[in-house]
């Protein structure tokens, strides 16, 4: 007796998550209605090829290389490097896209600032995605930049959400102190929060100062922006969350171009360039010792090395015993790092 393909129970397992949401994207697109988890990964792809096309018309010769990448269990990402360009020594803008399983010890340790999280079973489907940009100048006078936005998300086995959240920020690190690009880029970070939350800003920047701080140095990566982590349903509604860090990214390029654009053509010294390096140095330090993103990446099965590095410059220096000068533009910057400034 000949058994049909249909009816026997060992031809085909069940698509998982990934699979399925594969095939919703192809036969539906993306709508308001679509699952969080889409409508964040579509957000972000538009953000990433406007972010690059505006950065890219800054430079006379180099381009962006852009990799498209995948993983094993499902999801991928979109890895545009720009290297060795006029404006930018290095500049990166990366899409990631997870599909995994939590065990339960990480489940355990998520259950501290997620409630919603089961606490009876012993693994979860997860997904998480996010934009992340790192931008490194070739001129001292004008300041690296950073972002990350991000959601997370854990999903029973039909790929239902059980638990959200999202978390992001933005900071600008200079090697030279102009105080008006600072004033700018603070102000129109809060601008965009003050759309959602006047007590964003307040508290995000703390946050951010706080994070962004390099122990064992005593100082400060850079002059701040905002950070947050873990803002889920008892902050506010997906919706409103979802809203407000769509207005954070939006605010980016208003945020910077500005500053890079009054500053790439500035004049500079050996000695300036120099001193950009050293505190490239303290960039890369914050980033491998105490960055969480950088940690969890790493960490993370499958993980894509050269997208996780990318935040890292083309070039830094580490000069022993190295001091300002007393006066001088660069003991005036260490000063500020060394005790936050409240820029507007």
């Not at 406007?50 to 290389?65: C, G, K, S």
């Amino acid at each position: 007796m000949e058994v049909s393909q249909f009816t026997s129970p060992l031809q085909l397992e069940s698509p998982s998550i990934a699979e399925r949401d594969d095939l919703t994207k192809r036969e539906s697109g993306i709508t308001a209605s679509s699952p969080m988890r889409l409508r964040m990964e579509d957000f972000i792809k538009t953000k990433q090829k406007e972010i690059v096309a505006q950065l890219e018309a800054l430079e006379p010769n180099a381009r962006f290389r852009a990799d498209t990448w995948s993983r094993p269990n499902g999801g991928g990402g979109i890895s545009c490097v720009l290297q060795d360009g006029e404006v930018f020594e290095k500049a990166g803008v990366n899409i990631s896209v997870v599909y995994g399983t939590l065990p339960r010890p990480a489940i355990e340790k998520m259950r501290v600032n997620h409630k919603a999280l089961d606490p009876d079973v012993e693994t979860l489907e997860f997904f998480a995605s996010g934009l992340s940009c790192v931008l490194h100048p070739t001129n001292p006078n004008a300041p690296t930049v950073h972002f990350n936005y991000r959601y997370f998300e854990t999903m029973d086995a039909q790929g239902n959400c059980n638990a959200w959240w999202f978390g992001g920020g933005t900071d600008l690190t200079p090697s030279y102190l102009f105080d008006e690009d600072v004033i700018h880029f603070h102000r129109t970070i809060k601008d965009a929060c003050d759309k959602h939350d006047r007590g964003y800003y307040p508290r995000f920047k703390q946050w951010c100062d706080k994070y962004f701080f390099i122990p064992h140095r005593g100082e400060s990566r850079g002059v701040g922006g905002i950070f947050f982590d873990d803002l889920d349903e008892e902050e506010k509604d997906q919706e409103q969350l979802y809203s407000f860090i769509q207005d954070c990214l939006n605010a980016f390029l208003p945020s910077y171009l500005p500053l890079i654009t009054k500053r790439k053509d500035m004049p500079f010294t050996s000695q300036e360039k120099e001193w950009q390096q050293l505190r490239r140095g303290r960039y890369v330090e914050f980033n491998l010792v105490h960055d969480r993103g950088t940690a969890f990446g790493l960490n993370t099965p499958s993980a894509r090395v050269e997208s996780i590095l990318m935040s890292l410059p083309l070039t830094a220096r580490w000069m022993y015993m190295h001091d300002a000068q007393k006066g001088s533009r660069e003991e005036r910057l260490l000063k500020v790092l060394r005790e936050p400034t409240e820029w507007v």
